[in-house]
């Protein structure tokens, strides 16, 4: 089956640190760009982080970065987001969303997300 | 960046009427590199449209995406009582935007 299933959201103080992870299956993950996107409470989307499918390439937004680190591991099909000083306003679920084609040319569309997992940033 | 502004913010129809949904792009948009997503409630955004006028596999062909340049709409022709979600264009190619949504809502 062809799905992402995000985990290691939960409640941290700002200043913080929380790591989050999405497991893919059904397709090939090593091929794929994968990316963060969060949605904070009552908001739209927000696109966070990329990271080629080789992981050579990274990129995130500005809000973010210097903060949150995107990583993956295509031995075990997953995704990974490293975040390190939590900020109230980091506060959504965050989705990890799948590259529509695997050739890195340009950002692409997202044809595959997960069901997200919540980060809640209080005190 | 391409700024992405969504209209109307919130549209109030019924089953069986037509929708038009538009998005407005800052600078044109290279390509036609534009996509349609729709968010129900608690669940993640799904893929509708790409390329700004291709729909995805399995989208029911009463939704249909239009427009170049930096002027786009997102036609449903006839709403279904599962079709009144959230709407969200997006800009690809160079960068990732999103514009801030439509909620189309039962009248």
């Known amino acids: 089956q062809v799905q992402l299933v995000e985990s290691g959201g939960g409640v941290v103080q700002p200043g913080g640190s929380l790591r989050l992870s999405c497991a893919a299956s059904?397709?090939?993950?090593?091929?794929?760009?994968m990316q963060w996107v969060r949605q904070a409470p009552g908001k739209g989307l927000e696109w966070v982080a990329f990271?080629?499918?080789?992981?050579?390439?990274?990129y995130s937004a500005e809000s973010v970065k210097g903060r949150f680190t995107i990583s993956r591991d295509n031995s075990k099909n997953t995704l990974n987001l490293q975040m390190n000083s939590l900020r109230v306003e980091d506060t959504a679920v965050y989705f990890c969303?799948?590259?529509?084609?695997?050739?890195?040319?340009?950002?692409?569309?997202?044809?595959?997300w997960g069901r997200g997992t919540l980060v809640t940033v209080s005190s | 960046e391409i700024v992405l502004t969504q209209s109307p913010g919130t549209l109030s129809l019924s089953p069986g009427e037509r929708a038009t949904l538009s998005c407005r792009a800052s600078q044109i948009v290279t390509r036609n590199y534009l996509a349609w997503y729709q968010q129900k409630p608690g669940q993640a955004p799904r893929l509708l449209i790409y390329g700004a006028s291709s729909r995805d596999t399995g989208i029911p062909d009463r939704f249909s995406g239009s427009g170049s340049g930096t002027d786009f709409t997102l036609t449903i022709s006839r709403l279904e009582p599962e079709d009144f979600a959230v709407y969200y264009c997006?800009?690809?190619?160079?960068?990732?935007?999103f514009g801030q949504g439509t909620k189309l809502e039962i009248k």
């Open positions: 059904g397709f090939t993950f090593s091929h794929y760009g």
């Open positions: 997006q800009h690809y190619g160079s960068s990732y935007t």
């Open positions: 990271i080629q499918y080789d992981g050579s390439k990274e």
């Open positions: 969303a799948k590259d529509s084609q695997p050739t890195p040319i340009i950002h692409w569309y997202f044809d595959l």
